[in-house]
């Protein structure tokens, strides 16, 4: 298995507080990667990172923050969580930038905004 | 926009027999198409890969076929076991775009029973 570690891996919140969800890699990928997982919908973007201090967002930013100040860390933040972002969440990371290497996931945090 | 199907959405099966599950994708141009499997719990793991020139690739009891003219993609799977139950996730990778770029769609749910 690829050295992909998230935390925690399960948590439970309130709505209005801020969460912090990492992403902590030992492979020195450069391309690092948060989705998130819901019923009904196939795993969607939230933001990408292209390297340390390179990130950009994908396809449902909105309400998510994200930074990555070393190689291996990359974190998600949820500045003030609502209970549309009950979800859960993966992270991955890949090689290659093309899409040609697989993208190589993490095993989750299951989010409860109650 | 770019969408990938899948059917059956939920499949039961008995050990050792055979079953086949579709991917119906709409982007285009593609440069590769991806099966993960999903254990509960886990992150995707990939199965297969295949290019937009490749028609069949196998990975053990799994084997991917892939037909780029009526963008259709199914995956195989012989002589069932247990440990098959999960779920199956269709990926499409765009030729323009990357990493960032890539469409999921929302698996099949495959138990295997005894």
């Known amino acids: 298995d690829a050295g992909i570690t998230q935390s925690p891996r399960h948590k439970v919140t309130e709505t209005g507080t801020p969460v912090t969800l990492r992403c902590h890699q030992t492979e020195n990928h450069r391309y690092m990667y948060w989705y998130r997982q819901d019923p009904g919908h196939g795993l969607r973007l939230i933001h990408y990172?292209?390297?340390?201090?390179?990130?950009d967002k994908g396809e449902v930013s909105d309400g998510y923050s994200v930074s990555r100040s070393k190689t291996e860390d990359f974190l998600l933040t949820l500045e003030s969580a609502t209970s549309s972002q009950t979800s859960v969440y993966f992270c991955a990371i890949s090689r290659t930038r093309d899409g040609d290497q697989p993208q190589h996931f993490g095993d989750g945090t299951r989010l409860s905004i109650l | 926009k770019n969408q990938v199907e899948q059917s059956p959405q939920s499949l039961i099966i008995l050990e050792g027999k055979n079953c086949t599950l579709q991917?119906?994708?709409?982007?285009?141009?593609?440069?590769?198409l991806r099966w993960y499997k999903q254990d509960t719990g886990r992150g995707p793991v990939s199965l297969t890969i295949m290019t937009f020139s490749e028609n069949t690739k196998s990975n053990g009891r799994y084997t991917a076929t892939l037909d780029a003219d009526t963008k259709q993609s199914s995956l195989h799977i012989t002589a069932s076991q247990l440990s098959d139950s999960a779920s199956y996730i269709c990926?499409?990778?765009?030729?323009?775009?990357?990493?960032?770029?890539?469409?999921f769609g929302t698996g099949t749910q495959l138990k295997v029973e005894l």
């Open positions: 991917c119906n994708y709409t982007v285009s141009p593609f440069s590769n």
């Open positions: 990926v499409v990778t765009p030729r323009t775009g990357g990493g960032n770029k890539l469409t």
């Open positions: 990172s292209y390297g340390v201090k390179d990130t």
